[in-house]
């Protein structure tokens, strides 16, 4: 096992119409599984269909402007739930072309419209799955609210549901699953928080590796890595890659030691991103409180030999779990937007067009490029790579010996599997 473990079972699935609703088939196979080989053949593929307005597509002439780009796109991908581009840019510098993308925040849009010159599509829910174009890699770092320590928390106490209760983001995943049986594609990489793998007291990673390989047919490959390797902050993501057919597969290795904050800080910053009195005082009084309570919330001030806490999408509220220390006769500062973007990986040229408050939650939201892009070279040489069909048998005969140490989910799951897959 691999990361986390892999299983694979192969099963016949009825083919998706490209027309219902996000979850629905895949939820719906999940729930009726049988156990005869599916077809990995990518027939009856509608082309890209023109008629729905997502702005002026990439050319491959636009895609020369900027230096992350490759001249080389021999495999293509799509960009789902796309931020600001993250993926985007690590896939293109491993020679990969995007194809189709879609976030539904419109400021999102704007900054990648400015970046990459077209306008992703909105809600995945308005675009049939038969009108995406064909595709080799599916990318998607699909929203992790539902699932994130802060996010569920902020959720119970306002009394909303989280994880794949919660109807407007939490059931991206099944719409990813259908997209993935519908175009069959020999390769996906997907995002999310650390926490994904404890939700639920791990029935929702369950049932999302139960889906990805019993239902669906990959041979799975997940880790969770932390960033602080390539950029100055402590981010740990689950990265959940799989194969069909089913290929061999490593995670890059990263360097042990990696950058401290003074390798993306500016030398002279506004005077704008220094902490008032007003809210300096109240951010240690904040500290002072939960300190003397046992608790560990307050803020993070660090210097340049540090490295940061996590950047998140609230930083733009008060900055607090950032801060950077300008000496006793100064109050700190926050991070200021392009600081963020060199903290997450974005090369010095990345065009931001939006507010600071919209840019701090875009970059908290979004991926590492550093990372990505090495596990997008990754994925690209295992794709290159021919199949061995004897590596093939060996990787089977493995896989019937494997076991997932992961906890089935109970009936009350919302998406429950009714029937044990076998």
Same mark, same amino acid.
């Given at each position: 096992?691999?990361?986390? /473990? ?9 083919? $998706? ?6 979850? $629905?088939? #895949? ?14 053949? %990518? ?10 307005? #997502? ?14 780009? $490759?001249?080389? #796109?021999?495999? !293509?991908?799509? *960009? ?5 581009? /993250?993926? @985007? ?33 909105? +809600? ?16 998607? /770092? ?18 909303? %549901? ?37 939700? +639920? ?17 990959? !041979?799975?490959?997940? %880790? ?38 003074? $390798? ?39 210097? /340049? ?8 999408? !609230? ?18 500062? @926050? ?63 493995? *896989?019937?010996?494997?076991? #997932? ?14 029937? %044990?897959?076998?």
């Amino acid at each position: 096992m691999q990361g986390g /473990g892999c299983v694979r079972v192969k099963c016949k699935l009825p083919r $998706s119409n490209g027309k219902q609703s996000a979850k $629905s088939s #895949v939820t719906r196979k999940i729930q009726t599984h049988t156990a005869s080989p599916v077809s990995v053949t %990518k027939e009856n593929v509608l082309p890209y269909n023109a008629s729905v307005p #997502v702005g002026q597509p990439q050319t491959d002439e636009a895609a020369g402007e900027n230096h992350w780009r $490759s001249a080389e #796109v021999p495999l !293509r991908f799509i *960009d789902l739930f796309c931020g600001i581009g /993250g993926f @985007r840019i690590s896939f293109e510098r491993a020679g990969c072309k995007c194809v189709f993308s879609c976030d539904w925040d419109k400021f999102s849009q704007q900054t990648y419209a400015a970046n990459f010159g077209e306008v992703p599509h909105g +809600d995945i829910h308005s675009v049939a799955v038969a009108d995406i174009p064909k595709f080799d890699i599916l990318c998607a /770092g699909f929203p992790c609210q539902p699932f994130s320590i802060a996010g569920v928390s902020k959720k119970l106490s306002l009394g909303r %549901k989280h994880g794949f209760e919660d109807e407007k983001q939490g059931n991206l995943f099944f719409s990813i699953a259908d997209i993935l049986d519908y175009h069959q594609p020999p390769a996906f990489i997907l995002e999310n928080v650390k926490h994904l793998l404890r939700h +639920d007291r791990g029935r929702t990673f369950h049932i999302i590796y139960e889906t990805l390989t019993k239902a669906l047919g990959y !041979r799975v490959y997940w %880790k969770v890595i932390d960033a602080r390797s390539v950029v100055p902050q402590h981010r740990e993501r689950i990265f959940i890659v799989g194969f069909k057919p089913g290929r061999p597969f490593e995670f890059p290795e990263f360097p042990a030691q990696g950058p401290k904050l003074s $390798s993306i800080l500016d030398p002279e910053v506004p005077d704008k991103y220094t902490l008032s009195d007003h809210l300096w005082n109240y951010l240690q009084n904040y500290a002072r409180k939960h300190q003397a309570a046992g608790n560990g919330f307050g803020f993070g001030l660090v210097t /340049g030999n540090d490295i940061a806490r996590t950047l998140s999408a !609230r930083y733009h509220k008060d900055g607090s779990e950032i801060l950077i220390w300008q000496g006793p006769q100064k109050n700190p500062r @926050r991070l200021t937007p392009r600081e963020c973007a060199k903290l997450m990986g974005f090369p010095d040229d990345f065009k931001i067009v939006v507010s600071d408050t919209q840019a701090y939650r875009q970059f908290g939201n979004s991926i590492v490029i550093p990372v990505a892009e090495r596990i997008a070279k990754k994925v690209v040489e295992t794709l290159q790579r021919p199949l061995n069909y004897r590596e093939d048998l060996v990787l089977q005969l493995q *896989d019937k010996k494997a076991t #997932v140490s992961l906890k089935k989910p109970k009936k009350t799951v919302r998406y429950k599997i009714e029937r %044990k897959l076998k």
